[in-house]
Nanobody
Framework: EVQLVESGGGLVQAGGSLRLSCAASGFSFDDYAIGWFRQAPGNEREGVSCITSSDGSTYYAASVKGRFTISSDSAKNMVYLQMNSLKPEDAAVYYC???????????????????WGQGTQVSISS
């Protein structure tokens, strides 16, 4: 059974950093693109970043390029999102999501993932 569990959210001051973790189980890790979506009150869901475990290709939303870094550890079935220089607009619930057989990385933000985690809250104080 597929399971995705996020951790690492919390409250951080603007300009600070957080590292989110996604623990994946129940499927062949390397067959999937694993990524992070976020949603804040009043905002649409946004695809933040994803990584294809098979070759390490990555995608970043323009709003987080240069500040966030996604990485994976296939041996541990873990995906990480290092978030630096956090801004108030980064506050949201962050969801880990797994997408099987992604054909074009640039289209990942508009795909419907096959599985979702429960979400972890990221709050920013000014």
């Amino acid at each position: 059974e597929v399971q995705l569990v996020e951790s690492g959210g919390g409250l951080v001051q603007a300009g600070g950093s957080l590292r989110l973790s996604c623990a994946a189980s129940g499927f062949s890790f390397d067959d999937y693109a694993i990524g992070w979506f976020r949603q804040a009150p009043g905002n649409e869901r946004e695809g933040v970043s994803c990584i294809t475990s098979s070759d390490g290709s990555t995608y970043y939303a323009a709003s987080v390029k240069g500040r966030f870094t996604i990485s994976s550890d296939s041996a541990k079935n873990m995906v990480y999102l290092q978030m630096n220089s956090l801004k108030p607009e980064d506050a949201a619930v962050y969801y880990c999501a797994a997408t099987r057989g992604l054909l074009l990385l640039e289209l990942w933000p508009i795909t419907t993932p096959d599985d979702w985690g429960q979400g972890t809250q990221v709050s920013i104080s000014s």
